[in-house]
């Protein structure tokens, strides 16, 4: 069974920065292509990036050059690096791994909460 653990949420001010952390287990980490998703009150999940398994990113444009997202194959974990953040990326942030070729097979993480005040 494919488990997704996420981590790096919290509070912090605008303008600050902050690293969230997949990590995935029960299956091969390089089948998955995985992304990051956000979801703010009264409002529909979002696509924030994606990573294939080869390493190539899509960002939303409203993170374009504030956000970075990486993978270590060898970790089976995927890394969302947020700088400059604002206080409209407060949000729950759910991690997806999506595997490849097949798309019902997608799974998701329990959600870690940012809140970045003004």
């Known amino acids: 069974q494919v488990q997704l653990v996420e981590s790096g949420g919290g509070l912090v001010q605008a303008g600050g920065s902050l690293r969230l952390s997949c990590a995935v287990s029960g299956s091969i980490f390089s089948l998955y292509n995985m992304g990051w998703y956000r979801q703010a009150p009264g409002k529909q999940r979002e696509l924030v990036a994606s990573i294939t398994n080869i390493g190539s990113t899509n960002y939303a444009d409203s993170v374009k050059d504030r956000f970075t997202l990486s993978r270590d194959n060898a970790k089976s974990t995927v890394y969302l690096q947020m700088n400059s953040l604002k206080p409209e990326d407060t949000a729950v942030y759910y991690c997806?791994?999506?595997?490849?070729?097949?798309?019902?097979?997608?799974?998701w993480g329990q959600g870690t909460q940012v809140t970045v005040s003004s």
């Open positions: 997806n791994a999506e595997r490849i070729g097949y798309r019902s097979l997608s799974y």
